[in-house]
């Protein structure tokens, strides 16, 4: 064990252990993972065993007495100085999360600056009580009580965004919490624990790495009270039948397959580099992106040559530290083979390419160039799959109504896009959409204070906004007679 020193700026090659209620705990063994860009292993970190979870456990529940009993204004006071030294160390830890993650420099830099607009928001967030109603006799209220140890299971396409997400609305709601990133990025979220360490009591937040075996360890420990879960369907099915055990309460935020409705009303110069630039960024990698574009018919093969001019023109490949680059490396082997995979079906099912990208062998890297798949059927695996990668169908559509239909035909319902110069039309039809987010003549906006979650199997419950920030609060109607005794 090794107490945790103030320091003026982080040391990013070094991880000494676990953090547990504010010290370093190594563990017997330890992993890395590699630089997507070059494959180069890069550092040794934790694997930590079950005993160091319920070492973490005890002590979330331990600083849970008071840490809940703190008040609002206290807990936001050291939420926004813990944001302050995030920003303090923001160079290293965006270089960090570039190194590790694989996405450009430009695109860390605004990782980081949503992660510090989130925490500072969700610092001047109290969920209040709420009066039901009030007679002479009686006040009825509800009532938002922390549910206690929250566990935040973190992906690999934003693991400073999606943690700190996490561990905001947890912290500032008076639970304690327990991070858990992904294998294949650990870095940035070991460092935001140590980071966290100089500012909050012991045991409010822990960050633990580990191997395949930690995320299950986590849904079925009977000391957590809550899971929030980011990362695929497959997975959150997985968390959510773990944590019946126990009833725990979860949240999952599970993938999408979004699609972006294009009207034939459209200045198509204004809004196709926004829908290129929401096909492509971090490499396809987001679950919220215009993976199915829908163009009106009128304006389908404008569209599509605008398109490919564009993305030729725009969005370059190439390791996140070179100068311009929109497309960095897919994060790992897993999906590498499975974008390659995809890539390898356009042969296979005999699709008709726009824009036929490269995946090619790892090389040094794992880099993938953006492909565009013209109008394939609408049961092909490109329409009917969640992609992950730099590859993205473009489908006609002529009538409103089948268009909705097609929209909303897949079992995901994460985010849809109505693009149209008739505003009035576009909210209309956005109104039909199934999914947690919808945007008219934009995709991919999100924020601190609004809720984000999916339809269908796209997830259940919502984070961010009040009604996340209620997610990690049990509802306590709390009903007050005011006159028995009188
Ligand atoms: P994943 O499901 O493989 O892993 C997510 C996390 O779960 C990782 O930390 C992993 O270690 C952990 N995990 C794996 N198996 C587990 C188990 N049995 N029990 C508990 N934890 C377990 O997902 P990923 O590949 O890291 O992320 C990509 C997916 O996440 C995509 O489908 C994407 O759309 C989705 N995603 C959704 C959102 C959202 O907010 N809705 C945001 C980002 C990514």
């Known amino acids: 064990m090794g107490s945790i020193t103030i320091v003026s700026k982080l040391d990013i090659e070094t991880y000494k252990g676990n953090i547990i209620n504010n010290e370093f705990v190594p563990t017997p063994e330890t992993r890395h993972s590699i630089n997507p860009a070059t494959g180069k292993a890069l550092y040794e970190v934790p694997v930590a065993r079950k005993e160091d979870l319920d070492t973490a456990v005890q002590n979330a529940r331990a600083a849970f007495k008071s840490w809940s009993a703190t008040p609002f204004s206290e807990r936001a006071n050291l ?19 570039t190194t590790e993650q694989g996405k ?32 002479d006799e009686k006040i009825v209220y509800s009532t938002y009580p922390p549910i206690g140890v929250c566990a935040g299971i973190v992906p690999w396409n934003w693991p400073i965004l999606l943690g700190l997400g996490k561990v905001g609305p947890a912290l500032i709601t008076g639970n304690t919490f327990i991070m858990k990133p992904s294998p294949y990025t650990p870095y940035c ?79 198509i110069d204004k809004c196709l580099p926004k829908i290129a630039m929401m096909s492509f960024l971090n490499s396809g990698q987001i679950c919220m992106l215009t993976k199915r574009i829908y163009i009106h018919e009128k304006i389908y093969d404008e569209f599509r040559d605008k398109m490919v001019e564009f993305t030729k023109g725009n969005i370059k490949t190439g390791a996140g530290t070179e100068e311009g680059v ?43 160039t953006p492909a565009i798949i013209d109008n394939p059927p ?14 993205v169908p473009l489908l006609k559509w002529s009538d409103e109504v089948d268009v909705i239909d ?8 994460l985010g849809a896009s109505v693009w149209a110069k008739d505003v009035k039309r576009a909210e209309r039809m956005a109104r039909q959409l199934s999914a947690g987010s919808v945007w008219v003549n934009s995709h991919f906006d999100v924020a601190p204070d609004v ?26 109607s709390l009903w007050v007679w005011k006159r028995v005794f009188q």
Not at 124 to 133: A, C, G, I, P
Not at 236 to 244: I, Q
């Open 79 to 97: 939420l926004l100085k813990y944001a302050d030294l995030i920003e303090a160390n923001r160079d290293q830890l965006e270089k960090l999360l």
């Open 326 to 368: 929109v497309v960095g490396p897919v994060q790992n082997k897993m999906q590498f083979d499975k974008v390659k995979d995809l890539y390898d079906e356009i042969e296979r099912s005999n699709w008709k390419t726009a824009l036929s990208g490269q995946a090619g062998e790892f090389e040094h890297g794992y880099f993938i």
């Open 104 to 135: 450009p420099l430009s695109l860390s830099h605004t990782e980081v600056d949503n992660a510090l607009h989130w925490l500072r928001t969700f610092a001047t967030m109290e969920v209040k009580d709420e009066v039901l109603k009030e007679d």
């Open 406 to 413: 097609r929209a909303n035909a897949l079992k995901s319902g």
């Open 189 to 267: 979220d070991l460092k935001l624990g140590e980071l966290a360490a100089q500012v909050f009591p012991p045991g409010v937040v822990q960050v633990l790495s580990g191997d395949d075996n930690l995320g299950p360890w986590i849904t079925e420990h009977p000391g957590i009270d809550k899971i929030a879960f980011t990362g695929s369907t497959a997975t959150g099915k997985l968390v959510a039948a773990s944590c019946a055990k126990t009833l725990k309460r979860y949240v999952l935020e599970l993938g999408g397959n979004d699609a972006a409705i294009v009207c034939e009303d459209v200045d």
């Open 451 to 476: 809720p984000f979650g999916g339809h269908k199997e796209s997830g259940i419950g919502m984070e961010w906004g009040i009604e996340g920030l209620k997610h990690y609060c049990n509802s306590r």
């Open 378 to 391: 609408e049961d092909s695996r490109i329409v009917q799959e969640e992609p992950f990668g730099p590859i």
